[in-house]
């Protein structure tokens, strides 16, 4: 049995660099490879840069092929970029945050995410707030082994 554990923690607003992404979930990498080469590009990588995937859809009600997410990043100073198409600047909400930490592939997060919607915000009192889920990437899936990844899973509370 995996053994799970939210922390409810301030997270700050955030504004992403992000690239849009229709489609699978699984599929976010497309936006992140086209999102990079942006920033490389510009001169902009860094690796203080925090990778974030926003999600709006939930894959249990939408088409797959409608699912709506953001790949980004948020820079670790404010920088003057011109952004435009298909880069944007993506504000994510400031608050309290659920967060739960997975550890491995990318591929078994559904099941974070089932227990998380479907047994821990049920049963700790809490209200999902209107805005979007997102995942920060702690470590580098292209130098880490997918059993060794690590991604703090945040939803947003009312």
């Known amino acids: ?21 229709v489609g699978s979930y699984m599929q976010i990498g497309k936006a992140f490879d ?5 920033l490389a590009g510009r001169n902009l990588l860094s690796a203080e840069m925090r ?14 092929a409608e699912l709506r997410s953001k790949a980004g990043v948020v820079l670790p100073r404010d920088v003057d970029i011109d952004v435009a198409a298909p880069v944007a600047l993506t504000p994510l909400r400031g608050g309290h945050y659920a967060v739960l930490r997975h ?25 999902a707030a209107d805005a979007p889920a997102f995942e920060e990437y702690l470590n580098n899936p292209k130098e880490t082994a997918p059993a060794d990844l690590l991604t703090e899973i945040c939803l947003p509370l009312v």
Do not use: C, K
């Open 103 to 127: 550890r491995g592939p990318y591929s078994d997060m559904h099941a974070a995410y089932q227990w998380l919607y479907g047994t821990w915000l049920v049963q700790s009192g809490r209200e």
């Open 1 to 21: 049995m995996v053994m799970r554990e939210v922390v409810i923690r301030e997270v700050p607003a955030m504004n992403v660099v992000s690239v849009d992404h």
């Open 51 to 64: 990778m974030i995937g926003i999600f709006y859809d939930d894959p249990g009600i939408v088409a797959e």
């Open 34 to 38: 086209s999102l990079i080469g942006w």
